[in-house]
């Protein structure tokens, strides 16, 4: 048994939980987050808990058991506090600005990078070195983040580049003469 997916989830105060088919939609303060998950776990609202259960024992339902849990998890999480990535920028001369719904970066290519922020996604950026990537679902937050971040990804031997604030990058020593 799946001991991530046998966990009831917990709905929290000013959450509703509307659970049709395979079909889970989730509201609350921050806004709505619908998801369709595969017609084979049973998915039932109980007493304030979200329960998702697995028809039998085979590999694959046992994989998505777990999974489903999480997902519905996370979309409680984020209609609740919502979720953010902090972006750190290194490099001389490397730097962003926010211009309406719109990311300017410079990132040292001959032209500026502009990215147009996604719907239901916010970009904050409080200084020219830093980005703050917010909300309520998680993967389109991780994934936004990401493509940021794969503009110019941090190199291993002066750390240039776009980081989460949280990476350590593991630095290598550059050359050395010969004698």
Do not use: C, W
Not at 31 to 49: A, Q, Y
Not at 81 to 91: A, D, M, R, S, V
Not at 97 to 108: D, H, R
Not at 142 to 162: H, L
């Amino acid at each position: 048994m799946s001991r991530i997916g046998k966990k009831p989830i917990t709905i929290l105060n000013g959450v509703t939980v509307d659970v049709k088919g395979n079909e889970v939609t989730v509201k609350g303060s921050k806004g709505t987050l619908t998801r369709t998950f595969v017609p084979e776990m049973k998915i039932t609202v109980e007493d304030g808990h979200v329960k998702v259960e697995r028809p039998n024992d085979e590999k694959r339902n046992k994989s998505l058991h777990g999974l489903t849990r999480t997902l519905i998890n996370n979309m409680i999480v984020g209609v609740t506090e919502g979720y953010e990535k902090t972006l750190e920028i290194n490099g001389v001369g490397y730097k962003a600005a926010k211009q309406g719904k719109k990311l300017n970066l410079s990132l040292g290519y001959s032209h500026p990078v502009v990215f147009n922020d996604p719907d239901g996604i916010e970009t904050q950026v409080p200084d020219e070195r830093t980005i703050i990537v917010k909300g309520i679902d998680k993967e389109k937050v991780g994934q936004y983040a990401a493509e940021i971040r794969g503009m110019r990804g941090p190199e291993p031997y002066k750390g240039k580049g776009i980081k989460y604030k949280d990476e350590h990058i593991i630095r290598k020593v550059g050359k050395t003469g010969k004698k």
